[in-house]
Nanobody, 120 residues
Framework: QVQLVESGGGLVQPGGSLRLSCVAS????????MGWYRQAPGKQRDLVAR???????NYVDSVKGRFTISRDNAKNTVYLQMNSLKPEDTAVYYC??????????????WGQGTQVTVSS
């Protein structure tokens, strides 16, 4: 019942930047953890970054110092600012969120994914 829609992916050169956005919609009561995962061809889906409702963040080691996750609770939106991009960042990036919808029903939802390609 809660839908997540990502945007902002694309093709960039190494060293470039992109900002991904993910907007949640539906009968949302509360949003708890929001995050970004990525999956390269032939590989598993791995956590990139996550942020709690209180603003605490976690990052995979490979993106620390380059990526920043943030959220706008009023807009039910999570962002991923990606700087100093490397070819190994190439993947489909998926938005994730959990929380409660309706009267108080837990949810855990994924977006459809957005392609990020870093290539010269």
């Amino acid at each position: 019942q809660v839908q997540l829609v990502e945007s902002g992916g694309g093709l960039v050169q190494p060293g470039g930047s992109l900002r991904l956005s993910c907007v949640a919609s539906g009968s949302i009561r509360t949003m708890n953890v929001m995050g970004w995962y990525r999956q390269a061809p032939g590989k598993q889906r791995d956590l990139v970054a996550r942020i709690t409702s209180g603003g605490s963040t976690n990052y995979v080691d490979s993106v620390k110092g380059r990526f920043t996750i943030s959220r706008d609770n009023a807009k039910n939106t999570v962002y991923l600012q990606m700087n100093s991009l490397k070819p190994e960042d190439t993947a489909v990036y998926y938005c994730y969120a959990n929380g409660q919808y309706g009267i108080a029903v837990p949810f855990s939802s994924w977006g459809q994914g957005t392609q990020v390609t870093v290539s010269s």
